[in-house]
């Protein structure tokens, strides 16, 4: 079982919709979470931490669960420019960063 | 501005040769990484380096070598003996290895092996 694991997609949807997209986790001592966004040929950008506690920015929004080890990202309002690869990143537990394989997202018009 | 930067953005090798990339960092972080991405892939792990003067091989390491003598600095050489080297290379950075923080990507360099 790999230690970080995301649906690669692709997630098609219309401008407008709401998305969400799930990364799961196998090491339950795993203390900070984040996502990234890629866009293609250009490098990953940190989007946002995850806090345990939930948190916005903006149209996007980002949820922790420690019980089923996994973490999500909800898109809303999809917007054109939100078209891109999306991944999940696990602070392992000794500290060391792993890096989901990515979820990609096209907004169609 | 604080950042990373890699140079060259493209790169293009014949057969046979070594090539070196280079990256940069500002941001007084000591530790730094290197990836590899192909197309449609994943980032994958090739060296590792903690702090001044030492580096730990990732996943992929054969066929690569780096160096750390400046803390800013983590050049990545491909040599000959990488057996498939055409790739997205990017290289990051993190206050520390063993911390909570998040990574910092420089732009990448993609390297083409003619």
């Known amino acids: 079982r790999k230690e970080v694991e995301q649906d690669p997609g692709p997630f098609n949807v219309p401008e407008g919709a709401t998305v969400a997209f799930n990364c799961t986790y196998s090491?339950?001592?795993?203390?900070?979470f984040f996502w990234y966004r890629q866009d293609c040929r250009k490098e990953p950008k940190l989007l946002m931490s995850?806090?345990?506690s939930g948190n916005e920015d903006g149209r996007f929004t980002a949820q922790l669960n420690r019980a089923s080890q996994y973490i999500s990202l909800l898109i809303r309002d999809s917007k054109l420019s939100d078209s891109a690869t999306y991944l999940c990143?696990?602070?392992?537990?000794?500290?060391?960063?792993?890096f989901g394989q990515g979820t990609t997202l096209q907004v169609k018009p | 501005d604080g950042g990373i930067t890699q140079s060259p953005k493209y790169l293009f090798r014949k057969e046979g040769q070594n090539v070196t990339l280079s990256c940069e960092q500002n941001?007084?972080?000591?530790?730094m990484y290197w990836y590899r991405q192909d197309p449609g892939q994943g980032l994958r792990l090739i060296y590792y380096?903690?702090?001044?003067?030492?580096?730990q091989k990732g996943d992929i390491a054969e066929g690569y070598s780096v160096s750390r003598e400046k803390k800013e600095s983590f050049p990545l050489t491909v040599t000959s003996a990488q057996k498939n080297p055409t790739a997205f290379y990017l290289c990051?950075?993190?206050?520390?290895?063993?911390?909570?923080?998040?990574?910092?990507f420089g732009p990448g360099t993609r390297l083409t092996v003619l």
């Open positions: 380096s903690q702090i001044v003067n030492d580096f």
């Open positions: 995850v806090y345990s």
């Open positions: 941001l007084n972080h000591d530790a």
């Open positions: 990143v696990v602070n392992s537990g000794t500290g060391k960063l792993i």
């Open positions: 090491n339950s001592a795993s203390q900070s």
């Open positions: 990051a950075s993190r206050v520390r290895e063993y911390s909570y923080n998040e990574q910092f």
